[in-house]
């Protein structure tokens, strides 16, 4: 039976959900998959997130070359954030000969091309399902099963941290501080918003589902973007008399010209619409296409455990295509 060798880089919440997956569901994966793999490597330097994992410390290494270069190491899973070195290193290990997984929305949405094509010129795989909707298999879904519809418009809730937010201020009527402070304290939001709220986020993700539908790159800095600070009391009120819900919105659709028209802003949305729905922490992805009409696909947009699934689900697909 072939045996895949798997190194991670980065055991936060994120890569400790893919170990947590690949190792509680190692027998149910390998059972399906038909072949077996082991976790040989994992990059990390914090003794408390390699203690939280639960891995041997002798897999445990602090030089990501260990991981990017080694021979012994078949597919790296990327669970790191930011831009850089994560970008470097997803190249790295691609010019040597290693198919890549990854969670990391901004750096594939700043790389999509460079990414996309370094995958292409190593004839390795690189695989991204986590970066959009968490543990929502949106992106497969628009890359498989939807393939085969033009593709007139994609919109969704991608962030739960705003949602969570918005969400609140409708259902109790709170001040976007208060309610600010209380996902804060439960973790959905950070210490520093910033990327949440001002919709950086939400940017990141359109971009790659703007790659993926359309075929045409715009960088997230170039996505026109609006965030929820200034949404207030009186707005979420005008808009619950008027029949609607306030959601911050991520819009892509194609004009007449073929051209890109797209945003990121707090939008008044009819409490009909299926997006109204989805409240708190939960993201959903709204497809429309020329076959299938309206697709929307639902789930939670974040956590350990969801994002980690979409992860094995990376990884498993990569070793089924290797076990062919």
Not at 77 to 86: A, F, N, R
Request: with cysteine.
């Amino acid at each position: 039976m072939k045996k895949y060798r798997i190194g991670i880089l980065g055991l936060g919440n994120v890569g400790r959900g893919t170990y947590d997956v690949m190792t509680d569901n190692a027998d149910l994966i390998k059972q399906r998959l038909g072949a077996d793999y082991e976790i040989v490597r994992a990059l990390e330097i914090n003794p408390q997130a390699i203690e939280r994992t639960g891995i041997d410390p002798a897999k445990v290494t602090d030089n990501a070359d260990d991981i990017i270069k080694a021979e012994d190491i078949d597919i790296v899973v990327e669970s790191l954030g930011g831009i850089e070195p994560s970008t470097t290193w997803m190249l790295t290990a691609m010019e040597h000969g290693k198919s890549v997984v990854t969670p990391n929305k901004a750096a594939v949405a700043a790389n999509f091309q460079k990414l996309m094509a370094t995958s292409k010129e190593n004839d390795v795989l690189f695989r991204f399902e986590a970066c959009v909707g968490g543990g929502i298999p949106c992106l497969t879904s628009i890359l498989e099963p939807l393939s085969g519809n033009d593709f007139l418009q994609v919109s969704g809730i991608l962030n739960g941290t705003t949602n969570y937010i918005l969400s609140k201020m409708y259902d109790e009527g709170l001040d976007y501080d208060v309610i600010l402070k209380d996902a804060q304290e439960k973790g959905f939001a950070e210490a520093d918003p910033t990327a949440d709220v001002e919709g950086i986020d939400c940017a990141n993700k359109l971009s790659i589902l703007i790659s993926l539908c359309f075929g045409k790159y715009i960088p997230p800095m170039d996505i026109p973007r609006t965030g929820i600070t200034g949404v207030d009391k009186a707005q979420i009120e005008a808009a619950r008399a008027a029949g609607n819900k306030i959601k911050l919105l991520s819009y892509a659709s194609l004009d007449e010209n073929g051209e890109v028209d797209c945003y990121v802003k707090p939008v008044e949305l009819p409490l009909s619409h299926p997006l109204s729905g989805v409240n708190n922490e939960y993201n959903a992805i709204y497809i429309t296409g020329n076959m299938v009409d309206d697709v929307m696909l639902y789930g939670k947009g974040a956590g350990p455990h969801p994002t980690g699934s979409a992860i094995a689900g990376d990884i498993i697909s990569i070793m089924r295509e290797y076990n062919r």
